[in-house]
Nanobody, 126 residues
Framework: QVQLVESGGELVQAGDSLKLSCVAS????????MAWFRQAPGKERTFVGA????????YYTDSVKGRFTISRDNDKNTVYLQMTSLKPEDTAVYYC???????????????????WGQGTQVTVSS
């Protein structure tokens, strides 16, 4: 069993940067592929990005490519989402998710992940 806790979300202005953290407990993250999803008000949860368990492979949805970066520190059991050039449309609750023994073939499919955090709110004002 893995417990995931996100933090770092806050109200920022367009163009600002923000770094989210996802701390895992219960199991070491080194065996898990990790992903970030987000859910905007009134919308479905969508894929943001993912990292292989080693961190050597990352994947991003087109709308965040070049702006968001996923990194991980397996020694600290923590995954990060560095967000830059934030836009109002990035406003959402951000969730981290874990998949045991690597990422699913469809990294964007939330149903493939085994564990989820409770989410952290990111609000970007214009």
């Amino acid at each position: 069993q893995v417990q995931l806790v996100e933090s770092g979300g806050e109200l920022v202005q367009a163009g600002d940067s923000l770094k989210l953290s996802c701390v895992a407990s219960g199991r070491t993250l080194s065996s898990y592929g990790m992903a970030w999803f987000r859910q905007a008000p009134g919308k479905e949860r969508t894929f943001v990005g993912a990292s292989s368990f080693s961190g050597t492979k990352t994947y991003y949805t087109d709308s965040v490519k070049g702006r968001f970066t996923i990194s991980r520190d397996n020694d600290k059991n923590t995954v990060y989402l560095q967000m830059t050039s934030l836009k109002p449309e990035d406003t959402a609750v951000y969730y981290c998710a874990a998949k045991y023994v690597g990422l699913p073939s469809k990294v964007e499919d939330g149903a493939e992940y085994d564990y989820w955090g409770q989410g952290t709110q990111v609000t970007v004002s214009s």
